[in-house]
């Protein structure tokens, strides 16, 4: 079982930027993809974006394309979320997530990590 934990959420201004992590348990597969989420109030979870393990390149929902950035350090097993001119509107819970490449659905979640922009 693979355990995903997130870290680096909080409270930020307008404007401001914010990197989240997501550090995976244990190295268990080589392919497939890593991926952030989000929740914001009173709203479904929607993707964010995604990054392959071994080959694929990012993708992004069309709400964060030039503003957020991931990026995967493998010797780390870790995924990270560069977020730029942050907007009241990206309040969210942000869930890391993880699948392998022989699965189209996300199998392994992380809790979240709250961001709150204020204005």
């Known amino acids: 079982q693979v355990q995903l934990a997130e870290s680096g959420g909080g409270l930020v201004q307008v404007g401001g930027s914010l990197r989240l992590s997501c550090v995976a348990s244990?190295?268990?597969?080589?392919?497939?993809?890593m991926a952030w989420f989000r929740q914001p109030p009173g709203n479904e979870r929607e993707f964010v974006a995604s990054?392959?393990?071994?080959?694929?390149?990012?993708k992004y929902a069309d709400f964060v394309k030039g503003r957020f950035t991931i990026s995967r350090d493998a010797a780390k097993d870790t995924v990270y979320i560069q977020m730029n001119s942050l907007k009241p509107e990206d309040t969210a819970i942000y869930f890391c997530?993880?699948?392998?490449?022989?699965?189209?659905?996300?199998?392994?979640w992380g809790q979240g990590t709250q961001v709150t922009v204020s204005s």
């Open positions: 997530a993880a699948r392998t490449s022989s699965s189209t659905e996300y199998q392994y």
């Open positions: 990054i392959g393990l071994s080959d694929g390149g990012p």
């Open positions: 244990r190295r268990t597969f080589s392919r497939g993809r």
